[in-house]
Structures are given as C-alpha cells and as structure tokens.
C-alpha cells in the first residue's frame, strides 16, 4: 500500500515518476513476483525490487521512461551474466515492467469569460484538472466553474504571486483584453509551464512578441507559446473554439506524432528574430501570417 500511496502523492504535487513491477520469475531470484519499485522524477525510491545491479539498471531505465512517457519492458537472467553474481541470488530469470507515472494535467485558465467558460467543461471531461483565474468577482468563482481545483478573483498581479506552475502544467490566456493578456503572456513565459496559449489574432501575436523582445526578454521563450490558440478547424462559437483548445491541448499532452493543423503561427513557421521584432520588418510579418 505504500507504493500506491506514494504513486497519488507524487501525482497530487503534479510529478512525474516511474513505477517498476516483476511481473514474470523463473527460478530463484532476491524479490519475489509482483515486488513493486517506485522512482520519482528526482530520482529518489520507495520500495524495492531486490537491490543490487538489477535494480540499478531498472532505475536507470525508469528515467528514461519518466523522461519519454513510455512504457517498457527489460529482462534479466541471473544465470547467465556474471556481473548479477553478488552473493544475493540463486539464480533465475526475471521479467520487469515498467511503466511511468504521469502527474493529473493541470490547466491554469487565466479569464472567465464565454470561452473560458466552455473550455472549463471541455477539459473537465479530457480529465484536466483545472485553475480558473480572473479579476473579476462576477465571472470568477466557484458557483460559476463548480469542480475547478480552485478560482481565483483579484488583481492579476496578486495571482501571479501565489501560483507555481510546474513544467507540466498548461497556461491558456483568455482575458477580457489585450492589455490583461499581455500582462498574464509576460509572466507565463517566465515560468516552466510546458505549454502556454494566448486567444487572439495572428497580427495580436505577432505585435505583442515585437514589444515583449523590445523590452529584452529571450525570443526563445516564445517556444512554448501557441497563438492564435487551438487547432484549425473553423471554430466561431465559444463552444467550438473551447473545443478546438482543447483538442490542441489534448494534442500536446499524447505527444501527437502526426502534424496537426495548429492556429498558432509560431510553430510550423520561423521564430520571429529580436532584429525583426525590432525592426518591424515586413517580410516576416508576410511568412508568419502565411
């Protein structure tokens, strides 16, 4: 029970880990099947699955899952590799799989608005766990977004103040304008959040990326940044763009493999360069709006 416990632990702190199970024995080994081993993204343990080499080399590969998101397979025959030959084991061959530990997603939605409105309930029901955030009493608050981990109504500067997002966490900005959303975009980039998307319009993107390297931020934080945000699916109402976010997001926390019709121009397109954000320079602006 202390592997479990610990597993919902790591996930309420929104980490990462990687649970290793014996799954298959065959002759003598120094655990027995089923023996559990937990490593957390900062490479610590809970359990065991024996010690010695064996469970050196499944820690090892543990961190290549926590890292990848994938599962997978290893098997070690005792007999045959001197290098398991500590004095622990009998001899056997054993079967080990190991499978990662993904935190809850947590979406931090910065306005309460129609369209964050919508995305709540949609990324509710993908299984997003979701912060509503916004300086107004009236749209933000629990009645309003029942379910949200926790809404927040005051100056936006304040909620910065109290919020830590961790690398796996999602960032979308929908405020009720563009100044709100330029306030919000300037600490997003600041944090290790994994994704972060800004409502809007390609020109808006573009204009706001120009003034934020103008005032010296790195243009490489805008990696991250998806805007205009969602998936390219024609979306007009609230509801269908709340959708096309939400698929987007969904999109980015499976590692889609396939190319999927973004909105956003920063990516499929260029990064934008602190020269030509500076300069204003029109052929950019022309292939990033293509």
């Known amino acids: 029970m202390e592997i479990y416990e610990e597993i919902v632990a790591l996930q309420r702190e929104s980490r990462k880990g990687a649970v290793a199970t014996i799954v298959n024995v065959r002759g003598s080994i ?7 081993m ?5 490479g610590t343990i809970a359990g065991t699955i024996g010690g010695g ?9 543990a961190r290549d899952v926590i890292a990848s998101e994938k599962p997978r397979s290893l098997t070690f025959n005792l007999n045959e590799d001197p290098k398991y030959d500590t004095g622990l084991v009998c001899g056997g061959t054993l079967e080990i799989f190991i499978e990662p530990v993904l935190p809850i997603p947590l979406l931090y939605i910065f306005g309460a608005g129609h369209v964050s409105f919508q995305l709540f309930k949609a990324a509710k029901n993908a299984g997003f766990d979701v912060i509503v955030a916004d300086n107004r009493e009236a749209y933000a608050n629990a009645e309003r977004f029942p379910g949200a981990r926790q809404v927040i109504a005051r100056d936006f500067n304040e909620i910065f103040a109290e919020l830590s997002p961790r690398e796996s966490a999602y960032i979308v900005i929908a405020t009720r304008g563009h100044r ?3 306030r919000v ?3 997003a980039v600041q944090t290790p959040a994994h ?6 319009s390609r020109r808006k993107a573009i204009t706001v990326m120009r003034e934020f390297i ?7 934080l805008f990696d991250r940044v998806y805007s205009p945000i969602g998936l390219d699916i024609g979306a007009v109402t609230p509801e269908e763009i709340a959708v096309s976010i939400a698929a987007e997001l969904i999109a980015i926390r499976r590692h889609a493999e396939r190319a999927l019709p973004h909105m956003s121009w920063l990516h499929g397109n260029r990064r934008l360069t602190a020269a030509e954000a500076l300069t204003g320079d029109e052929p950019s602006l022309r292939t990033a709006s293509n």
């Open 180 to 182: 709100d959303d330029m």
């Open 38 to 42: 937990l490593v957390r993204d900062d």
């Open 30 to 36: 120094p655990s027995f099947q089923c023996a559990k």
């Open 185 to 187: 975009l300037r600490w």
């Open 214 to 220: 103008a005032e010296g931020l790195r243009p490489e």
């Open 53 to 61: 080499c064996v469970e050196a080399e499944v820690w090892q590969a």
């Open 195 to 200: 994704y972060i998307g800004m409502i809007g």
